[in-house]
């Protein structure tokens, strides 16, 4: 079982619908999660850091955490064109400074 | 400023080469990792560093090697031994619990 898995896309969404991102992880223990964006060619950049169960919201993003079940999720609203790239799922694995990630989704938008 | 930097952008390594890919960080983090990203893949861990002068295997650790004799340095050897090595580095460090911050990344061909 892979520590860290996200739905396979790509995922296509027209303009202004919602984007929804999933992501589930294997060790019980793990506490931070973080979602990243990623454009062709480019470095990773943050999008959200979540560390307890619930909603967490900025701007159009929010992240979902659900502990029990193991799933963080990452809704985007209003999807705009320049939200086309690639979203991976991040996961700090418990008692140990691994940072793992998912293979990724990749979001396009269409106009 | 701070940030993480890589060196170089781009670099290409002969068979049967050793090369050493860079990377720097002056935001005063502890942890520090390498990542390797195929075409259309995720972010997959070769090494990671917690503190000075000890480092994990990470998940693909075959055929690389790291050191970590300074907190704001970790090198990345990619050995003959690393019999598939094109592909996109990614550097990252981080403090704490908080999120990893990533540099701009060293495309590797071999030629």
């Known amino acids: 079982q892979k520590e860290v898995e996200q739905n396979s896309g790509p995922l296509s969404v027209p303009e202004g619908a919602i984007a929804s991102l999933n992501c589930t992880y294997s060790?019980?223990?793990?506490?931070?999660f973080f979602w990243y964006r990623q454009y062709s060619g480019k470095s990773p950049e943050l999008i959200m850091s979540?560390?307890?169960?619930g909603d967490k919201e900025d701007g159009r993003f929010t992240a979902q955490l659900n502990k029990a079940s193991q799933y963080v999720s990452l809704l985007i609203r209003d999807s705009q064109p320049s939200d086309s790239a690639t979203y991976l799922c991040a996961v700090r694995l418990s008692n140990d400074y691994k940072l793992s990630f998912g293979a990724g989704t990749t979001v396009t938008v269409r106009a | 400023d701070g940030g993480i930097t890589q060196s170089p952008k781009y670099l290409f390594r002969k068979e049967g080469q050793n090369v050493t890919l860079s990377c720097e960080q002056n935001?005063?983090?502890?942890?520090m990792y390498w990542y390797r990203q195929d075409p259309g893949q995720g972010l997959r861990l070769i090494y990671y560093?917690?503190?000075?002068?000890?480092?994990q295997k990470g998940d693909i650790a075959e055929g690389y090697s790291v050191s970590r004799e300074k907190k704001e340095s970790f090198p990345l050897t990619v050995t003959s031994a690393q019999k598939n090595p094109t592909a996109f580095y990614l550097c990252a460090s981080r403090k704490g619990n908080t999120e990893a911050f990533f540099g701009q990344g060293t495309r590797l061909t071999v030629v």
């Open positions: 060790d019980r223990g793990s506490q931070s």
């Open positions: 560093s917690q503190i000075v002068n000890d480092f």
């Open positions: 979540i560390y307890s169960n």
């Open positions: 935001l005063n983090h502890d942890a």
